[in-house]
């Protein structure tokens, strides 16, 4: 059976989300208006994360969602580290990073890599519709390709920027034509690692702090 597709993992963060603000799941009225779907489009997806082992629904009363509790052995999905602020000369996975984690699907993965995931501040990469709040899934790696999405690592400060190296240079190239790209020498950037997924995180409480790791 495929992973959830990117929309339904963006449901099942809104469901997770609601339920850790309120301890009652959304009704499939409240799920359509935050996504402006239809109640039947809010139903197939509710449909979907159930067939793929996600979610459980008791009936089709109001409020009856529930999220699919898995074990730490449970080989279907993995627990990603959510990274806090880190800092100058600090491993990127060290314990002390750490903000807590997400559980995504083992199957949405590539299997025998690491990862782990930042929030991201900034609209530079807008253009690649990537935005201020959302997810980074982030492959780790110390290689990328010309092109890619990466995280990178200068001085104090972590950043998510399309990455090319020229000559004797690398250029971090932003996706909003507000910004100028980032020149500098390949031995001031350290890569840590490959955009592998984009979540969009939607905050249901306007008091509820979320960290920004990395800045786009």
Do not use: W
Not at 38 to 56: E, N, R
Not at 90 to 116: H, W
Not at 164 to 174: A, F, I, M, S, T
């Amino acid at each position: 059976m495929k992973g959830p597709t990117k929309r339904q993992l963006e449901v099942l963060s809104f469901i997770t989300e609601y339920l850790e603000d309120h301890a009652y799941p959304p009704t499939i009225r409240e799920l359509a208006d935050h996504f402006s779907m239809s109640v039947k489009g809010a139903q197939d997806h509710i449909t979907a994360l159930k067939k793929k082992g996600l979610l459980k629904q008791g009936d089709k009363k109001s409020r009856t969602m529930e999220l699919v509790k898995t074990s730490a052995g449970d080989k279907n999905f993995i627990e990603i580290p959510v990274l806090g602020t880190v800092a100058a000369g600090r491993p990127i996975l060290a314990e002390e990073n750490k903000d807590g984690f997400i559980r995504l699907p083992r199957s949405f993965l590539r299997r025998s890599r690491e990862y782990f995931a930042l929030r991201i501040r900034g609209d530079s990469m807008i253009g690649a519709g990537i935005m201020e709040g959302d997810l980074a899934v982030i492959e780790h790696q110390s290689m990328v390709n010309n092109g890619e999405i990466a995280v990178v690592m200068m001085d104090d400060s972590v950043t998510l920027k399309t990455f090319y190296r020229e000559k004797n240079q690398v250029r971090l190239q932003p996706e909003n034509s507000k910004y100028d790209p980032i020149i500098c020498s390949g031995g001031d950037v350290r890569i840590l690692g490959r955009l592998a997924h984009i979540l969009r995180s939607y905050n249901l409480s306007a008091d509820r702090a979320n960290p920004y790791p990395g800045s786009a």
